[in-house]
């Protein structure tokens, strides 16, 4: 199993951000748009540990759709109506999450390995 000794956490984030295992930075997370893959082909990293493993992922993705629509709208009320940002509010609140799902479960299982592997060098 090749891992890279020095993988620190932002090492593993920087590898999540390029869909890589975040492991050996090597394999590819995702087979398809939504299709992960079971394991790292490099390193050997199971991508699915248990079942249920990426609900945290999903709260990731709620939280970073929050965060960037929010002060977006708040920023923008002073210049439209409600009503004329419900629209767009709306639809960003449904596409964002499905373009952002690969991000929110490469970052979750990098913060995951990261905690795991300090709490391994202990």
Same mark, same amino acid.
């Given at each position: ?18 869909? %890589? @295992?975040?492991? @050996? ?17 490099? @390193?050997? #990293? ?5 079942? /249920?493993?990426? *609900? /945290? ?10 965060? +960037?629509?929010?002060?977006?709208? #708040?920023? =923008? ?11 767009? =509010? +709306?639809?960003?609140?449904? #596409? ?14 990098? *913060?995951?390995?990261? #905690? %795991? ?6």
């Amino acid at each position: 199993m090749e891992v890279d000794p020095e993988g620190g956490f932002w090492t593993r984030v920087g590898r999540a951000a390029l869909l %890589r @295992c975040p492991e @050996c930075g090597k394999g590819r997370l995702f087979r398809g748009l939504f299709s992960m893959a079971p394991s790292c082909p490099e @390193c050997g #990293l199971n991508f699915h540990p248990e079942h /249920g493993y990426y *609900v /945290g992922a999903m709260y990731l993705n709620y939280g970073a759709t929050v965060a +960037i629509a929010l002060p977006t709208s #708040l920023l =923008l009320l002073s210049r439209f109506t409600a009503r004329e940002l419900l629209g767009p =509010l +709306i639809a960003f609140g449904l #596409l964002f999450p499905l373009f952002f799902f690969r991000w929110s479960r490469a970052f979750w299982l990098a *913060v995951e390995t990261s #905690l %795991r592997a300090s709490t391994f060098d202990r």
